[in-house]
Every structure is written in C-alpha cells, then in structure tokens.
C-alpha cells in the first residue's frame, strides 16, 4: 500500500519531523505537494529529497527563485496562493496541516476534501474556527487525526475504553523555560530566553506559547472540540519531565496515560501509520534512566495565560478567537522588543474585555472566524499603539499581587 502524502508548512519544525518520518518509509509513502511560507531553498531541497509532485510557496515574490531550485528536478511549482489552493486541491490520502499561526485556516480547510484524512498540527483552526472546522469535516467525511503531542497521546489513550466512560482528560505542560522564575523575573524576559524550552525546539512563536502558558490554553480549547469534552473536563498538570502527554480519568477511577519520549516524530508517525504502527527509528523510553516523575498544579497568577484561555473557552462563542488574534498581535509585538513578555496577557485581557460586552456567537465558516480574527488583532494593535507598554506592565503587575481589577469597558 503506497498513501500519497501532502504537507502544508513542510519547512517548519512539524514539516521536518514529518520530512524525516516520510523518509524513513520511502516505500510505504508517496509525496502529492509540499507547501511552504517563503522558504524556497528549504522546500527545494525537502522537495527533491522526497521525490514530492508538486511544490508550493504562499509567497509568490519568490516564485522565480523556487522555479530555479528546482530546475531540472522535473518537480512542479507554483507561488502564491492559487499556487497553495493548487496544492491542497491535489490528490492526497491524507494531509499534515502544520502551517502555523492563523494563516493556515484557509490552506487547511482546503485540505477538507472527501477521500482523505487530514492530521492536524495547526491549533488555530480549532482554537478560531473550532466548531465550523470539525463542522466541514464532518460535512464531508473528514476524520481529523490530532497530531499535537498531547493530543495524540489522549487518542492513544482513549482506544482503551469509549469517550462516553470518560471523566476528565489531562494535558500535561512541560511549565516551559519559566517555571520556576518569578513574575518579576519574567518581566525582564528576552525573545531569547523563550527559546531555551526544556524539551522541544520549536518555531519562535509556540516557543512564546509555551513560556507563557498561552500553549497549553490554546490546548485546552483544541481538546474540546477534537473530543467534544467540556471545559469542566479538561484539565492541565505540569510534568518537566514531558513523558506523559495526556491522561485519560475514567469513571470507574482508572487513568490511561499517552507516554513517550518527547519526540514530534512518535506523534506524526501514529498519524501517518493509521491503522498499522510503523517501526522509527526515534529514541526509546528508558524510565530507569529518567528515574522519577514529577507533577505540579499550574500556577495561573504568574501564567495568567492559562487562565485567559480557560476564561475565553468557557465563554466560548467568538472569545476564543478573540483570544488568539489578540495573542499573535501580542507575541508579534514582544518578538520585535516592543513590548515585555508580562505585557503579552495584559494585552490579550484588554483585548477580551472590549470585545466582550459585544457577544458574538462562534464563527459559522472560516471566513467569519478570519473577519474576528482581524478584528481582534486590530483591537490588540490599536491598544498597543495607544498605550505605553510601561502600563500594561503596571497592569499585569496589579492582577499578579491579587488585586481583583474591576471589568472595563470602553
Ligand atoms: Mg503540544
């Protein structure tokens, strides 16, 4: 049996692990299309390391020097987005959609298509489209395979019984660089103290996500709508050690746990396996050389992230959207230095707490969950134009010392 394999943001840190995983099992898997941002030596290179069909680059200013990467390799190519539409349109079994960040709503539900399976590595569009994404999918057959490490681990973990014995499922968090630096310390945080995380090297904005928690909210909202679990019946622990990824609580008290040694490639390798493992070559667990396992709760004053997130879920309707347009303006912001790493949630809050007294009802397609998106990140913009980062420091600042700040609306 030979799956025809397409991977929308192939030169990511996903794409890669996916990259390496293919190549492993050039046998078993063939290469439809690879699309990448602007990278065009990057997926050149991948292209013809795995034989792909077709490769595709969303910046179409680079079209020239992706034809000539390729010259002579007899791989078709394309730029911009037609070029991408073009790429998701092309016969696949099953797509890993790993582009990030919320340019990747679109490309992925393009990949809807009857006939295959779609692995989901792209948080956004659960996070802002969660119910019209699984919606399509459904409509048209789709299973949505959850490529996320811990989310894959809960899909391992719930084979062993049926979603309706299940009582609560957990997400573990690494805790991230800062787990054990105080508010004050955080504040003084560098993009380049983010992007030391204990166990993964990832893209520069989840690297953010993860310091700030703001990951495993996001998580948290991605898990509700992949298992249709409640937010009551969701919870997160920190586990440093990162070998146990999600937990399922049965009623009966039993808990099955997802584990393996933290390597993308375990998770991307049960999606491309389907029904069949295959055999990778990755590093073993060796729990005697870990020797202990550690846990603690998540401390939501000096991550008050989490806290956002599992506000904006059980508000639901349009804030988790909200949230993450809010959240990638904030992000974008502190990677350029202009704001502290303290005023990414105080950005985001004020960002939710306008938007609030609107109501909205959750985005019923994609291109309503983009119209909010932009809404939210014009808001954040707006306020982070407006404001001085000095105080949103000195509001982050008051919410950390417990102060109870009444809700604002402007
Ligand atoms: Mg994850």
């Known amino acids: 049996m030979t799956d025809r394999i397409t991977v929308l943001g192939a030169t990511g840190s996903i794409g890669r692990s996916t990259a390496d995983v293919l190549s492993q099992h ?22 013809r390391e795995l034989g792909a069909e077709y490769a595709a680059l969303a910046d179409r200013s680079r079209h020239a020097e992706l034809r000539a990467e390729l010259s ?39 990949a809807l298509k ?37 989310h894959n681990a809960l899909t391992q973990a719930l084979a062993a019984g049926c979603i309706e014995d299940v009582e609560t499922l957990i997400l573990t968090a690494s805790g991230g660089p800062f787990r054990t630096w105080s508010s004050d310390r955080m504040a003084g945080a560098t993009p380049a103290h983010t992007a030391k995380h204990p166990t993964y090297s990832m893209g520069a904005k989840i690297n953010v996500d993860s310091a700030s928690l703001m990951n495993k909210g996001l998580e948290l909202i991605e898990a509700h709508h992949l298992f249709g679990v409640g937010p009551d019946r ?9 070998i146990i990824h999600g937990l399922v609580q049965w009623r009966d008290g039993g808990v099955t746990a997802g584990m393996a040694v933290p390597d993308m490639r375990i998770p991307i390798a049960h ?10 070559e990755v590093p073993r667990l060796d729990l005697a050389a870990i020797g202990s396992f550690t846990f603690e709760a998540p401390d939501e004053e000096r991550f008050p992230c989490l806290r956002l997130a599992r506000e904006a879920l059980a508000a639901g309707g349009a804030m988790p959207a909200v949230l993450n347009g809010a959240n990638e303006i904030a992000v974008q912001a502190f990677l350029d230095g202009r704001i502290g790493f303290l005023d990414i949630p105080a950005v985001v809050e004020e960002t939710c707490r306008r938007r609030s007294g609107q109501g909205a009802a959750a985005p019923a397609t994609i291109e309503e969950a983009l119209a909010l998106d932009g809404e939210a990140r014009a808001l954040a913009a707006e306020l982070l134009q407006r404001r001085e980062p000095s105080q949103l420091k000195i509001a982050a600042g008051a919410s950390r010392s417990g102060e109870r700040r009444p809700p604002r609306r402007v």
Not at 82 to 92: F, Q
Not at 129 to 135: C, D, N, R, T
Not at 234 to 242: A, E, N, T
Not at 271 to 280: A, S
Request: with cysteine; charged share 20%.
């Open 271 to 280: 999606c491309l396996g389907v029904e069949r493992r295959l055999t990778i």
């Open 234 to 242: 969701l919870g997160v622990v920190v586990h440093p050690q990162s």
């Open 114 to 150: 009857p006939g295959r399976r779609v692995a989901l590595a792209n948080k956004e569009s659960l996070v802002s489209a969660g119910q019209a994404f699984m919606a399509e999918a459904k409509r048209q057959g789709v299973p949505i395979l959850a490529m996320d490490s811990e």
């Open 26 to 47: 050039r046998d078993r898997f063939r290469v439809s299309a690879l699309v990448a941002g602007q990278d065009a030596a990057g997926l050149a290179r991948m292209a």
């Open 72 to 110: 002579g390799s007899g791989i078709a190519c394309g730029a911009g987005p037609s070029a991408v539409h073009e790429a998701c349109s092309r016969d696949a079994d099953l797509v890993v959609a790993a582009i990030s960040g919320t340019a990747g709503l679109v490309p992925t539900r393009d």
